[in-house]
Each structure stands twice: as C-alpha cells, then as structure tokens.
C-alpha cells in the first residue's frame, strides 16, 4: 500500500467513524460509584449500563447507538455539579441521569434547566418536581415514592389486626428523616400509637442503644424507611436484646439477599420491584446478562437500573432517529412502558405526571415452612395525582 | 442494666480503635488520620480470607487476617512513612490524610460497594445471650469486650515489660537519645505501625462480624478520634476513659435525651476537652506542646 492510498483509506475510515459517532445518541450519568453511598447507588448504574449494552448489542434504538458516558460523583454535590457541566457542555447529552444522593440533586438540575436538557432520576430517590405538576425537564424511574410508600406500610400494619405500638426509624439525613417524620403524623391520623422514634445518625458503630430505646418504649411494630444499613443493623440490634415485635422496611436493593440471610418470618420488606423470587423471564434474562459481562453486583441487585434503562429505550424510540434532548423531552412527556413484571404496573409518564400515575406495592418475608422468600401482600396499587 | 451493657460495648469498640492512634502518636508523634482506613483494610482483609475457601476453619481466616494487617500497617512504614523521617510532623500527618483517601477509592474498587457478612462467610453464628435479667448482648459484643481487655493486657504489658516495648517508650520520650543507646528507630516505628494497624484490624473485624462490613465502617474509626484525644494522645490508660466517657455520654443522650445529638456529643466533649486541658485527662503536657 503506497502512502497516497493508506492516507485516501485513513481518510475515509475517520470519516466513516465521525458519520457513526454523529449518529450516537449520548446520555451522560452522575452517580456515586464510590463513596460512603456507594452501595445504594452502583449495582444500579451497573444495570443501566448493562440494559444499555444488551440494546446496542441489538443494533440500537431507531438505528442509533447509545454511548453511555458515567461519571463518578461519590454522592458529592460538587462533584455532581462538575460532573454535570462535563457532560452538558463537552459531551454535548442529550439526556442527563442521575443516580446518587439528593446532595447532589440541585446542581444538576440547575444545570439541565439552564441547558434545556432531560434528567432522568433513576435509583436515586424522586425530587418532589417529578410528582404533578411535574418540571417538564424533570422525570424518575426510582422505586420509592414519598409519602406513598409511608400511606402502603401503615395500610398492611393497619389490616395485621391488634394492638399496634408503633416504632419508627430513620437515618439521619433529610429524605429518610421527612418520609418518616410524615409516617408518624399519618399514623397518628390512623390512630395508631406512636411509641418512639430513632432517627439515626449515618456513622453509628453500634445500634444496640437506639435498638434499646426503642425496645424499651414498647414497639410492637417498627417501621423503617432509611439506607438499607440503618434498617437492617437496627432491626438486628432489636433481635439482640432480645425484641419479638414485627419489623417493616423498604425493599431495598439489597434486601432479597438480606431476607435470605436473617431467615426471620417477623422481618417485612415492602417494595416497588419485584424480588428474584418471582423467577421472571425479564429476571432471567438479567441474570443471563450479568453473567455474560462478568458483572461486579449480582442481578437482583441491578432491577433499578434495569427499569431505567427501559425506560431510555422506550424514550429514545419514541423520540425518533435523529432526535435530540428537545424530542427526546417530548417524547418522555407522554409514555408508557411495560416493565415485564418488574413494577406491578407500566411506568405512565404524563405532561403533569413525570413519578408515575400509579405507584404498586408488594411485601415480603422470609417463609420458614417453604425456606424461601414468600409473598405476604400482593401488588397494591396507589393512584398518584 | 442493658444500658450498662451497650456503654460497655461501645466503650470496647472506641478503646480498640483508639489505642491505634495512641500507639503511633506515643512512638512518633504523628497524628495518624488513616487509622480508621486501616480499620477497614483488616476487616475487607478478613472478609478476603472468609471467601478463600482452601483455608477450612473460621479461625485459620481469622489468623492469617490478622497477620496480613500487621504486615499491612509494616509496609506502610517501611514503604510511605519511612520517608517522612525528619520532614515536619504536619507533612506526616498529610501523608496519612492522602493515604486514608487512596484507601478508601481502593477499597470499592477491590470489593465493591456492596454490603458483605463474614459472619456468614465463616459460618459463625451470632446468638443473643442474656448476661442479666433483661439485659443481653450478642456473642460477638461479649467477645468484642473480652478481647478489648485482652489487647489492652497484653499492650500494657508489653511496654511495661517486653524488650520492644521498652525502646518504643524509649523512642517517644526522646528519639535521637534512643538511636545514640543503638535502638533501630525505623523498626520500632515500623513496629509501632505494624500493632497499631492489628489493633484497629481487630476491632474492624470484630464490627464486621457482629454488624456486617462495607466503606461505611471508615466512619466509625473516625467516631474513636475524639476519645483517644479526650484520654490523652499519649495514654493508653487515657484510651480507654476518654472511650468510656465518649461511649457512656453517647448511649444515655441515646436513651434519655434526643439520639441525634450522639452524633455530637464526642465531638463537643473534645472541643470542651481542648478548652480546658489540651493534652487530655492523661496525657503528658509537654508531650502535645511539641505539636
């Protein structure tokens, strides 16, 4: 090959690749792959860039390629602001996603809404602007819902019968402290007694004391909405000291396994997703998945990230070939997709509704008898106006 | 009585850690700030020889755990603080703060974020035991509290009697004396690092395996700072009062006032601490006027 041919070749094989690369669509994410937070928050990014993965691998969405960008904040608001910037100006997204804590919340939607551009919160928890009237550029796959999950946690509680002394805990920061702060006053609407509530600070070396406290106030119920490390050490340390009421908590990411590991018929997860117990196909083909890429987080962890990456394909092919962030936006203003089991119902977006018009929940414990994970309540549907 | 118990326990966490600081600090007079990611590494060390399958016995895991910590805070000697010798104390004690935060990105990246149990891994079972009426523990805690009066035995009686212990006092009362008496001041520091990273390995451990681990439990090493300084840097006596008023301040705040200000409380007895006796209820004056 003489040097006149290699550089014609050159030529047109980087003018190949620039055509393919204008035709990516690219999504930029911010997420806490480390820090403190990081447990919460990386198994679902994983999810999210595996679904992607598995979509390009399948030619893509309405002929274009997604290039997923993530970038590492470790939960920092700063970090999440740079990051933001990062993607919006030099990656030129078309869409932003979130997954990390609410520190960082503020920042990049400062940014988005400067630049007219999407952000989609995706197992980070969902901003009050996504609830109608949504922001137009503001939109959540997460599971958990405000107030939501408070109302379908006292409503099982309610129909369990009996005397109910209700203990509370929290963790220490302002989303876990105001969901739980807002399940005691509808408790108190319910009629139910409030016998104490913990709210737990993060770096807590022993929960026996708030465990004892508890204990001691006389709970018979307690109900946690927190970081799943501050349920679960806190219902250990009442296991401790020897407390034998029933204790509900939010079904975390992790909290298939963790109901596997404590084997305790009194210990409720109440969740959004469906737990891997179910056997889905949609859950098979996660699994299948993870193991192929050789993924870090096991599957059952990555549900999240997978509904969001759903959600991605369904916007993007809504929007179009050769859609950016504004038809993109317009097409997450109105859709619906099928989670193929993994929420009780689609995830329905309206111009007014960016959370979802109906919020489904399920609860869970261990089953001693069949030693596997049973259903204790079937999906509960919620309407969200 | 149960609050007896768990001021007892969280006053045996606080002293295992804080011991670490105190060990270093009295050899050196550096302050270490990585002591709580030291922590961290002998329990994700652990959590490593749980999941080796071809070691057999919880305590082989434990063993040989225990033995890749105190290499570990060697090596961080021999390898990083070695060549701090003769710069100030404050580039020290920076060197320690960029060593905390590599650990920490290393951490997730070699185990991930996720929240691992070798309790489960070793198969050993945590039962509740009832100590008094009404009052109970966990097996873990109850060993925790004996192995806390173990480590502080055998520490008090290595300085007091053994030959090492006696060129790391030595060497913290006056280094230049002590190397011109032929004490080899690079393995005594090494040593003292090598102990004190054990110490805070154990107490990793033992948190790890009562509570389960994950990037978090570098919090709690920084919770045990305020009750090393309230004791006194250089006391090891000091460690375990400053540990006890620290721990016992924090679980009636828990239990009779509002829990929030537990996070606290360590915190504003340190600062009240600094105020009125800057060197602690035990350490020596002149020793912290050197800092």
């Known amino acids: ?385 | 009585m149960q609050i007896v118990l768990n001021i007892l326990v969280l006053g045996s966490i606080y002293s295992l850690i804080s011991c670490g600081y105190v060990i270093i600090y009295k050899v050196s007079r550096v302050l270490n700030l990585a002591h709580g990611e030291l922590m961290m590494v002998g329990a994700y060390l652990l959590l490593t020889t749980a999941s080796a399958g071809w070691l057999g016995s919880p305590l082989a895991a434990i063993g040989l755990a225990l033995v890749l910590s105190l290499t570990v805070g060697i090596l961080v000697y021999v390898l990083l603080m070695r060549r701090m010798t003769g710069e100030s104390v404050l580039a020290a004690v920076l060197t320690t703060i960029a060593l905390g935060i590599l650990i920490r990105g290393a951490v997730v990246l070699l185990w991930s974020a996720q929240h691992h149990y070798p309790a489960t891994k070793l198969h050993i079972a945590n039962p509740s035991i009832e100590l008094f009426q009404n009052a109970k523990l966990s097996l873990i805690s109850l060993i925790l509290i004996g192995v806390t009066v173990a480590t502080y035995a055998a520490l008090f009686a290595f300085m007091r009697f053994g030959r090492w212990g006696l060129r790391m006092r030595a060497t913290g009362q006056n280094a230049l004396l002590a190397a011109q008496r032929g004490v080899n001041l690079h393995a005594v520091y090494a040593l003292a690092w090598g102990i004190s990273t054990f110490t805070g390995a154990v107490a990793g451990m033992l948190i790890a395996l009562d509570s389960g681990l994950d990037s978090t439990i570098v919090m709690i090493g920084l919770k045990a700072f305020p009750a090393a300084l309230v004791g006194g840097l250089d006391s090891l006596a000091g460690a375990i009062i400053g540990s006890i008023i620290i721990s016992a301040s924090e679980v009636i705040l828990i239990q009779h006032f509002n829990p929030l200000l537990s996070d606290a409380v360590p915190f504003l007895i340190l600062i009240a601490m600094l105020v009125i006796r800057p060197w602690g209820l035990f350490g020596t004056r002149e020793e912290l006027d050197r800092v």
């Not at chain 1, 690749?17 to 792959?33: E, Y």
């Not at chain 1, 403190?36 to 030619?59: F, Q, T």
């Not at chain 1, 193929?340 to 008898?369: C, D, S, V």
Request: hydrophobic residues 45%; aromatic residues 8%.
């Open chain 1, 1 to 385: 090959m003489t040097i006149k041919t290699f550089a014609v070749a050159a030529a047109i094989s980087a003018s190949l690749s620039m055509t393919a690369a204008a035709q990516d669509v690219v999504i930029g994410l911010s997420g806490a792959l480390t820090g403190p937070s990081a447990g919460s928050y990386a198994p679902a990014i994983e999810g999210i860039r595996l679904y992607v993965d598995k979509v390009n691998a399948g030619g893509g969405v309405a002929g274009r390629k997604i290039k997923l960008i993530i970038l590492d904040d470790q939960g920092e608001a700063s970090k999440g602001a740079a990051n933001a910037t990062k993607l919006i100006s030099q990656d030129n997204v078309s869409l932003l996603i979130n997954s990390s804590l609410s520190s960082t919340f503020a920042p990049m939607i400062a940014a988005t809404g400067q630049a007219g551009i999407p952000l989609l919160f995706a197992a980070s928890a969902c901003p009050k602007e996504v609830y109608p009237p949504a922001n137009p550029l503001l939109f959540c796959t997460t599971a958990f819902a405000s107030k939501f999950d408070s109302q379908a946690t006292l409503d099982f509680i309610t129909k369990s019968g009996g005397n109910v002394s209700l203990g509370l805990v929290a963790m220490a920061i302002p989303i876990s402290r105001s969901e739980i702060e807002s399940a005691e006053g509808l408790a108190t609407v319910k009629g139910m007694k409030v016998a104490d509530k913990a709210i737990i600070p993060p770096p807590t070396p022993d929960y026996t004391p708030f465990a004892t406290k508890l204990s001691a106030a006389g709970a018979n119920w307690v109900y946690a909405w927190a970081p799943w490390v501050t349920q679960v050490r806190t219902f250990e340390g009442l296991r401790k000291i020897g407390w034998n009421g029933r204790y509900i908590a939010w079904a975390h990411l992790e909290s298939e396994s963790e109901l596997a590991r404590l084997k305790d018929p009194a210990l409720y997860a109440i969740g959004a997703n469906a737990l891997f117990a179910q056997d889905l196909p949609v859950q098979r083909e996660m699994q299948a998945t993870a193991k192929a890429a050789g993924a870090t987080y096991p599957a059952s962890q990555m549900t999240e990230g997978w509904i969001a990456g759903m959600v991605l394909e369904a916007a993007l092919g809504k929007a179009g070939p050769n859609a950016d962030a504004k038809a993109i936006q317009a097409a997450m203003q109105s859709l619906s997709v099928d989670t193929k089991g993994l929420r009780g119902g689609p995830i329905e977006w309206t111009a007014a509704n960016h959370f979802r018009t109906r919020q489904f929940y399920r609860i869970y414990r261990w089953a001693p008898t069949s030693s596997a994970i049973e259903v204790v309540q079937d999906w509960t549907a919620y309407d969200v106006k």
